[in-house]
């Protein structure tokens, strides 16, 4: 079964701030079999990227994808008052092919 | 623009089979070639895959929950439906209906439409 951990749990930033969230696969999954969601209270989740690094429609470039393997990273790089949230990492492929990582809440300091 | 919208029932008794509809605007899925999946969440907790429909016809569910989950397609009303039998106060939760494109060989594309999502109560 393919475990994704999502650290920290929690980050405290002010807007303008860089966020460095991380997900981390056991085992390793491939490179592109990775997607980032953003969740903001009371909506439904919605697609930041997919295939470890591809913004989806309509996402800013603020926000970035990198990794592979084991380690995957979504990066805000100025954190804006509208990203605080909920992020969720998920793997395709893996057994069971769908899995979320438990999610890293970003507020604010 | 493709949108989904859940359906169903907010309360549920104890040990009776939950059912949920999604319903499909602005697309059809007959002849689309996407997975529909269904996901939930518990009160204050994170995202569970429950099981995805794929355009063949082909199911697959989180082992967790296959023995209770069965989802399938209505095409003639565009929509597609999850059943969860035998529920009780731990699958109380929202439930959201999402769809997703075909991974390719390489490439994973994400669940880039999701519905509102219903709360559904399991209670007495």
């Known amino acids: 079964e393919i475990v994704l951990t999502q650290s920290p749990g929690t980050l405290s930033l002010s807007p303008g701030e860089r966020a460095t969230l991380s997900c981390r696969a056991s085992p390793p999954i491939s490179t592109s079999y990775l997607a980032w969601y953003q969740q903001k209270p009371g909506q439904a989740p919605r697609l930041l990227i997919y295939?470890?690094?591809s913004r989806a429609t309509g996402i800013p470039d603020r926000f970035s994808g990198t990794g592979s393997g084991t380690d995957f990273t979504l990066t805000i790089s100025r954190v804006e008052p509208e990203d605080f949230g909920v992020y969720y990492c998920?793997?395709?492929?893996?057994?069971?092919?769908?899995?979320f990582g438990q999610g890293t809440k970003v507020e604010i300091k | 623009q493709v949108q989904l919208q859940e359906s169903g029932p907010g309360l549920v008794k104890p040990s009776q089979t939950l059912s949920l509809t999604c319903t499909v605007s602005g697309g059809a899925i007959s002849g689309s070639d996407y997975y529909w999946h269904w996901i939930r969440q518990h009160p204050g907790r994170g995202l569970e895959w429950i099981g995805y429909i794929y355009s063949t016809g082909s199911t697959y569910y989180s082992p967790s929950l296959k023995s209770r989950a069965t989802i399938s397609v209505d095409t003639s009303k565009n929509q597609f439906s999850l059943r969860l039998s035998s529920v009780t106060a731990a699958d109380t939760a929202m439930y959201y209906c999402?769809?997703?494109?075909?991974?390719?060989?390489?490439?994973?594309?994400?669940?880039?439409?999701w519905g509102q999502g219903t709360t559904v109560t399991v209670s007495s």
């Open positions: 295939g470890a690094s």
């Open positions: 998920q793997q395709f492929g893996g057994s069971p092919p769908r899995t």
């Open positions: 999402a769809r997703e494109d075909p991974p390719t060989t390489y490439y994973y594309y994400g669940m880039d439409v």
